[in-house]
């Protein structure tokens, strides 16, 4: 089953198989299938085509995938230019969330720590 040009796995539950898409989640799958009226262990390739094409329907009716990540970007953007105090952290590549950076964060400031590799030491020229 194609939905918006991604593939939802076959062997997968469905409540598992609609997460694939972006901007769908374990709960949002779950109130789609329930809104449909359809069990939430159901494989993707057990559905019939009129389920697909009910599926299919709600599913495009809402913002995901490229819509919504473009809309996500227009929001980081637009908080940039305004130079908001989240807008300030996302250009300075800074947790936006209130997390600490004394001690974590290292991997989005580029401060990654690496250990010594103890068999690896450079040749003295004697």
């Not at 809104?35 to 599913?59: F, H, Q, W």
């Not at 495009?60 to 980081?76: D, F, H, Q, S, W």
Request: charged letters at 35%; aromatic letters at 2%; glycine letters at 10%.
């Amino acid at each position: 089953m194609r939905l918006l040009g991604i593939t939802v796995p076959n062997e997968k539950r469905l409540e598992i198989g609609l997460t694939v898409l972006y901007g769908v989640g374990r709960s949002r799958a779950q109130t789609v299938l329930k809104k449909l009226d359809i069990d939430y262990g159901k494989r993707a390739k057990d559905l019939t085509p009129e389920e697909e094409n009910k599926i299919r329907g709600l599913v495009e009716g809402m913002t995901l995938e490229g819509n919504l990540k473009r809309e996500v970007a227009g929001n980081i953007k637009r908080l940039k230019d305004i130079k908001t105090y989240r807008g300030i952290r996302h250009l300075k590549k800074l947790p936006t969330r209130g997390q600490r950076t004394k001690t974590n964060s290292r991997t989005v400031r580029g401060n990654v720590r690496r250990t010594m590799a103890s068999g690896k030491r450079k040749e003295s020229k004697t």
